[in-house]
């Protein structure tokens, strides 16, 4: 299963700094365990369109980062991740809305929203805790020892 972390931005890129570097590294790291990417979409409509276009054989999955979805632990994440693989689907994408938050539309066609507590984060320090924590759970599902269990 191939996993989109999809960033609600106007820009075309990411701001060049730490977090763009640490965005980069917990791809990176990911990568050997499902293929991992980002994209930036000038909105949610166009995010929505590439989530309709898509050429894929299954409907990709799609989450949503919001504060008030459901707050899940690492083994929770690495749990539902598991589901999502174990279903067939062949891409996961986990988004992180714009500034405004997500439409009725978005929150609608969404198959999960998912709290990384209740704070509210810049995109590129909430893209990097999203990397960190997709990671983690692949490593959780194959038994890596990144996780140490706290």
Do not use: N
């Amino acid at each position: 299963m191939k996993i989109l972390l999809a960033l609600i931005s106007p820009r075309r890129t990411l701001a060049p700094g730490p977090c763009a570097e640490l965005l980069a590294l917990y791809l990176k790291r990911a990568a050997p365990y499902a293929p991992t990417t980002h994209r930036l979409f000038p909105s949610e409509a166009k995010l929505l369109d590439f989530m309709e276009d898509s050429s894929s054989r299954t409907r990709p999955a799609l989450w949503l980062a919001d504060s008030r979805g459901q707050q899940l632990s690492s083994e929770d994440l690495a749990a539902a991740l598991g589901s999502v693989q174990d279903s067939g689907t062949q891409q996961l994408v986990l988004a992180i809305g714009g500034a405004d938050g997500w439409s009725p539309a978005g929150l609608q066609r969404a198959d999960k929203k998912v709290a990384f507590g209740r704070i509210t984060l810049p995109h590129e320090l909430a893209a990097v805790i999203t990397a960190e924590q997709l990671y983690r759970a692949l490593t959780i599902r194959a038994g890596h020892p990144y996780h140490s269990g706290h």
